[in-house]
């Protein structure tokens, strides 16, 4: 079982920044994509960024050129920088990890329990 805990959450005024933490622990035996979504109340939970193992990256249209996703192989971590937040990023944010727990298993999707970002003055 893997295990993914988010941090960094909580309450910034527009225009402010925010930096979420995603740290995945358990029976880890390699972790591939990790993404960031998001689920504003009413709405579908939505694809905010992912990236790849190697540190390639993607971005919902919503906010490129303001989040930017990174990652840490070693500390099976992924981190999200919000800059420049606006009330329309007010969500519940989750993390995902594709990841394997021995060298013969199938790759499965973990989820964190989410946190909430609110951007509001």
């Known amino acids: 079982q893997v295990h993914l805990v988010e941090s960094g959450g909580g309450l910034v005024q527009p225009g402010g920044s925010l930096r979420l933490s995603c740290a995945a622990s358990?029976?880890?035996?390699?972790?591939?994509?990790m993404e960031w979504y998001r689920q504003a109340p009413g709405n579908q939970r939505e694809l905010v960024a992912g990236?790849?193992?190697?540190?390639?990256?993607n971005y919902a249209d919503s906010v490129k050129g303001r989040f930017t996703i990174s990652r840490d192989n070693a500390k099976n971590t992924v981190y999200l920088q919000m800059n420049s937040l606006k009330p329309e990023d007010t969500a519940v944010y989750y993390c995902n990890a594709d990841s394997t727990t021995s060298a013969i298993s199938s790759v499965r999707t973990y989820w964190g329990q989410g946190i909430q970002v609110t951007v509001s003055s």
């Open positions: 358990g029976n880890i035996f390699m972790i591939y994509n």
């Open positions: 990236i790849t193992r190697s540190h390639a990256a």
